[in-house]
């Protein structure tokens, strides 16, 4: 028990509450210079046309800045002969290069393709010369270097790749080619399809110039509707990306049909096979609900009015078959049955909006 008081009374009073604030301190800041350096290196990168913006020398800043960072808290808070470790490694550098040999060839690698410029982000490259691999390059970092296809595909292979194989630099990448999917009726699709070129022109030219205009092309037809690809070309390679995302985010409202679209295209629908039936058996029809799979599927047929009383029954067979064919054609849409009876138009409609909810539930 004494032994164990001694040994909390000697960490009370020894200087560990420094070394904690010396620690933190120096992690701290060398937090705040990593951040200032990497910022300041990225605008310069932007600013300069000596070395690319490749995310390369960004990394290699950064892990400068925190390798001194350690060194200092290894040093200053736990008088660590640092330059004893550093020698130490040296000694070891064989083994640890064996064991790193793909990171550090990888490293390599895409320091020098980045310091000579053979290859810097924008690029539209081709790896090897016959079936190699072809992308627009986004970034080289300390291992890969990113790409992107013609189809979107994001590729990422080993920088050293770079320095074994044969780079192709082709045409800068300018055009975009959106996949879409109609879902509109066939009547509509080519009101369609001239929105959506429209409102694509008016998104990109906020992007970048458009050195052809967007065109749609459909191409097959599916269970899901109409599918096709809208295509354009801009000037500036670099806004690619940015000029697709424009493009799709103006499209989209012209790509599915609204419901409420979708129940006025049904009611003009059955509106037209309405007025293709004479009115007094589509009246009938509706009250006695004998015509409502007639008109919701279209097909137009009409089952035959029975009368119902005596006195239909016997106007019907007083009245000559060709009195009957007149009567028929000169009845209008707004006719009503008889003298007495209310037009007939309103009724009509709202019976068949009835019939064309319960058809729906």
Not at 57 to 64: C, E, G, H, T, Y
Request: proline residues 5%; glycine residues 6%.
């Amino acid at each position: 028990m004494e032994q164990d008081l001694s040994i909390f009374e000697k960490f009370v009073r020894s200087d560990w509450a420094g070394t904690v604030v010396g620690v933190v301190a120096i992690v701290f800041l060398t937090l705040v210079v990593s951040r200032i350096a990497t910022t300041a290196i990225r605008r310069l990168l932007k600013k300069t046309t000596l070395l690319p913006a490749s995310s390369i020398f960004v990394n290699l800043v950064r892990a400068l800045v925190w390798i001194i960072g350690i060194s200092c808290v290894l040093s200053i808070c736990f008088n660590v002969n640092v330059s004893a470790i550093i020698t130490a490694l040296g000694v070891g550098g064989i083994a640890v290069s064996l064991g790193m040999q793909d990171t550090i060839s990888n490293l390599i690698g895409g320091f020098q393709v980045s310091v000579a410029r053979i290859v810097k982000p924008g690029d539209n490259i081709q790896v090897g010369t016959l079936s190699g691999i072809k992308g627009r390059v986004t970034d080289v970092t300390l291992r890969y270097t990113h790409m992107v296809n013609g189809d979107g595909d994001r590729i990422v292979i080993p920088n050293s790749m770079l320095n074994s194989n044969a780079i192709v630099h082709l045409d800068p990448i300018c055009e975009v080619n959106v996949p879409v999917v109609v879902t509109y009726n066939e009547e509509r699709l080519t009101w369609v399809a001239h929105h959506m070129e429209d409102a694509a022109a008016k998104a990109v030219a906020r992007v970048s110039k458009l050195k052809k205009g967007p065109q749609v092309q459909f191409s097959s037809v599916n269970e899901h509707g109409f599918a096709g690809v809208l295509f354009f070309t801009i000037s500036d390679p670099a806004r690619i990306d940015d000029a697709a995302d424009a493009a799709i985010r103006a499209i989209a409202p012209y790509v599915h049909a609204h419901p409420v679209e979708q129940m006025m295209d049904a009611m003009e629908s059955l509106q037209v096979q309405a007025r293709n039936a004479p009115v007094p058996q589509v009246l009938k029809a509706v009250d006695h609900e004998l015509a409502s799979d007639a008109l919701l599927e279209g097909t137009g047929a009409m089952e035959p009015v029975v009368p119902t009383n005596a006195a239909e029954k016997a106007s019907a067979a007083q009245q000559p078959a060709g009195a009957k064919n007149a009567s028929a054609r000169e009845t209008g849409p707004d006719a009503g049955e008889g003298e007495d009876s209310t037009p007939a138009k309103k009724p009509h409609h709202r019976r068949l909006r009835r019939l064309f909810k319960k058809e729906q539930q």
